[in-house]
């Protein structure tokens, strides 16, 4: 009788890698925040509005003098300025907030690490005058190219890639022009990523594996896409989890100075920006949006953190 | 390598020149300009002012001298602050930023260093876990709210320290605090990659087989190599840092850079944008080849023809 045999299964690198990421705590913690803030963003408004009827734009009609009102039974989360429920406006805030992240780093995300690859696989001339507008736009306040991109392109000029994106989102004019802001953000946001990725190249592109798909007659944008570049995805995935905070972080500051997210649209930034006013007597204001940012930020980089660990396998710990 | 920091000293210039271009290209290029957004002036009063800047001028003539203006460094008069000039402004309101950018560095590069170096030395211990946490929430607290909140504890509930205003150094932890925390976070996870991936290394491995005492390999061979991250992020950090960042200045009421270039910006002052930018980018470009230089020297590998 034949012994029953076990078919051994091989394992992909992506299986291992979720494997060692579900291992990690911090980062399956960072991963169910995630999803649960998710959820929460994209179904909370409408569940809150059915069971409870509390919307983020309803006003009270009852024109009482003190309209902030502290965290209660009704507002967990109290209620803003002008008596809107806060839960509600973090909620939908949250929204524009998570896009934010999502979108501007995608855009980041493909300008930087093909500028880098492309400047440090080249080399020499080349290298030397991509990396030489990078210094340029480095040197120019990221700040005065936001305004400008958003200035231009405002209204009718809007590329129609981002008025299409924003219309699958079932926006309109006052939404062009947030998904504006988000394209922008990620068009000032490549260049650390660029550098960091080109840093990787140069110390890659003398390695034995490049020369064997050289040996072998792979183009150069072959050798470049897929030879060098998977092999900077840890720091890639380092820098865009950093990324991912740092847009959220800047179209917050945006909001704060009055140039980001616009009424009636609402994002996390500018609902902390409006409480900072009322600080002293209000703190909730600042401190629920803030704090839901927060969270959210720190979860992001924990599951960057584990993917980061999951998926470099030189930091693969057997 | 005295002729690379030559040659890229000279490209300073040029660059500088380039920067100002692009900004001015920038600034042309959006609609509007200073006087469409004050209130509309008589015809008469309007002519004669763009007569003085020379506004009047077609584009090329305007440019040509500002470019002439730039290579002496004089930026001539902010259009909103009337009878000032730029680098008055500058020079009046750059010490106050650098001071506190300059602080907070330090203080960042303190805790980031050590506390990188240590976690990952003790890699998956306790100290690991519990500081790249507080790192990690150094990152995920804006400033704009770490600030504030800091002010409403010290300052209006303990009265430890005073809420803003500039004098003394009481007045000075606050906004020093708020800004290095994410310096310090950035810092010090960049530090432990680096040295995570350095004790790694081959030329770890060879310090340790040829003897060396563990001191040695550390400081005088991984070191080196493992917070390369950390200087290639020093160069635009310190820039942007020494040059102001504008929601500290706001919370706490310092007259520093950020806020002024802000408010300039939105004011269309062209002069005064282009003062700071072309001020700040060579700020930038000098501490990048400071940058430039020390990877040669941290890492043989890398090496300059």
Not at chain 1, 120 to 136: A, E, P
Not at chain 1, 186 to 202: C, D, F
Not at chain 2, 3 to 11: A, D, E, H, Y
Not at chain 2, 175 to 191: E, F, G, H
Request: hydrophobic residues 50%; charged residues 15%.
């Amino acid at each position: 009788m034949a012994e029953k045999t076990d078919i051994v299964k091989g394992t992909s690198l992506w299986k291992d890698a979720w494997r060692r990421l579900l291992k990690n705590k911090l980062a399956t913690f960072g991963m169910c925040v995630m999803a649960l803030m998710t959820l929460l963003v994209v179904f909370g408004p409408m569940v809150l509005s059915w069971m409870f009827g509390i919307t983020p734009s309803a006003v009270p009609e009852d024109a009482a003098l003190l309209k902030s009102l502290p965290p209660s039974g009704t507002n967990i989360m109290g209620t803003d300025e002008l008596g809107r429920d806060l839960f509600a406006r973090v909620l939908q805030g949250g929204r524009i907030s998570l896009m934010v992240g999502v979108i501007s780093t995608i855009v980041s995300l493909v300008v930087g690490v093909s500028y880098g690859a492309i400047s440090g696989y080249l080399g020499g001339r080349i290298d030397n005058v991509m990396m030489r507008i990078v210094d340029i736009f480095y040197a120019i306040p990221y700040i005065l190219i936001v305004i400008v991109l958003l200035e231009v392109f405002k209204g009718e000029n809007t590329p129609s890639i981002i008025t299409s994106l924003s219309e699958a989102f079932g926006g309109s004019g006052p939404l062009n022009q947030i998904f504006l802001l988000f394209f922008a953000l990620g068009l000032v946001s490549w260049l650390t990523m660029a550098r960091v990725v080109r840093g990787q190249v140069l110390s890659l592109k003398n390695q034995e594996f490049v020369l064997a798909a050289k040996a072998t007659g792979v183009s150069t944008l072959g050798i470049i896409f897929k030879h060098i570049v998977p092999n900077t995805l840890g720091p890639v995935i380092v820098y865009a989890t950093l990324t991912i905070p740092s847009v959220m972080l800047t179209e917050a500051f945006l909001s704060y100075l009055g140039m980001g997210v616009q009424a009636p649209y609402a994002s996390w930034g500018s609902l902390a920006a409006d409480g900072i006013k009322n600080i002293a007597i209000f703190p909730w204001q600042l401190i629920f949006p803030g704090v839901t940012m927060a969270l959210t930020l720190f979860s992001l980089n924990f599951m960057g953190d584990g993917l980061r660990d999951a998926l470099d396998p030189q930091t693969r710990k057997f | 390598m005295l002729q690379f920091i030559f040659k890229r000293l000279i490209v300073i210039i040029p660059m500088a020149l380039v920067v100002v271009t692009v900004t001015w290209g920038l600034i042309r290029t959006a609609p509007g300009n200073f006087y469409s957004t004050e209130k509309k002036l008589p015809p008469a009063i309007e002519k004669n002012i763009k007569e003085k800047y020379g506004l009047d001028k077609p584009w090329y003539v305007q440019y040509g001298k500002l470019m002439g203006n730039i290579i002496r460094l004089d930026f001539g008069d902010s259009l909103k602050y009337e009878g000032q000039s730029v680098n008055e402004i500058i020079w009046r309101h750059l010490p106050y930023s650098a001071t506190i950018g300059f602080l907070a560095y330090l203080v960042a590069l303190l805790i980031g260093l050590t506390a990188g170096i240590i976690a990952a030395l003790r890699q998956n211990s306790a100290f690991d876990y519990s500081s790249m946490a507080l790192s990690m929430l150094g990152l995920s607290v804006p400033n704009f709210v770490l600030g504030p909140i800091l002010v409403l504890i010290f300052a209006l509930w303990l009265f430890w320290l005073p809420p803003a205003r500039w004098g003394g150094v009481s007045s000075v932890v606050m906004p020093v605090i708020t800004l290095a925390a994410v310096y310090a976070a950035y810092i010090a996870r960049l530090t432990r990659a680096g040295m995570l991936e350095v004790l790694r290394s081959d030329y770890i491995r060879t310090a340790r087989a040829k003897g060396l005492d563990e001191k040695t390999v550390l400081l005088k061979h991984a070191l080196r190599g493992g917070i390369i991250p950390v200087v290639s992020f020093t160069g635009p950090a310190l820039a942007s840092l020494l040059a102001g960042t504008v929601v500290v200045e706001r919370v706490f009421a310092i007259p520093g850079l950020g806020n002024i270039f802000i408010q300039s910006v939105l004011n269309r002052d062209e002069p005064l944008i282009l003062g700071i930018v072309a001020f700040l980018s060579i700020l930038v470009m000098i501490f990048n080849l400071i940058v430039d230089i020390s990877y040669g020297y941290l890492d043989p590998r890398i090496r300059y023809e």
